[in-house]
């Protein structure tokens, strides 16, 4: 059984920041891309922020510049660096990873369950 565990939300202020924190654990052969999506009730799930294996980011237009995306390969885990954080980046973020279970089965997309970020006054 995979797991995608998420950490670090909370509520920041406008301007603050926060770290977020996802873990992949469970059997787990090899993982491709890893990401941070955020959904707001009512609306679609958008692309926060991707990384390959290799470390290279692709970034939402509404955060560039402020959030950064990094990942340990060793320990499975993606993090989202949020700086500048504004009322409409509130939302439950959830981190993604596109794995291998075994090997020679085809990536697949797993979602963890979220972790709640609001920016308020």
């Known amino acids: 059984q995979v797991q995608l565990v998420e950490s670090g939300g909370g509520l920041v202020q406008p301007g603050g920041s926060l770290r977020l924190s996802c873990v992949a654990s469970?059997?787990?052969?090899?993982?491709?891309?890893m990401g941070w999506y955020r959904q707001v009730p009512g609306k679609q799930r958008e692309l926060v922020a991707t990384?390959?294996?290799?470390?290279?980011?692709n970034y939402a237009d509404s955060v560039k510049g402020r959030f950064a995306i990094s990942r340990d390969n060793a320990k499975n885990m993606v993090y989202l660096q949020m700086n500048s954080l504004k009322p409409e980046d509130t939302a439950v973020y959830h981190c993604?990873?596109?794995?291998?279970?075994?090997?020679?089965?085809?990536?697949?997309?797993?979602w963890g369950q979220g972790t709640q970020v609001t920016v308020s006054s």
């Open positions: 993604n990873a596109e794995l291998s279970v075994r090997g020679w089965d085809p990536y697949q997309n797993y």
């Open positions: 469970g059997s787990i052969h090899s993982i491709n891309a």
């Open positions: 990384i390959t294996s290799s470390g290279g980011a």
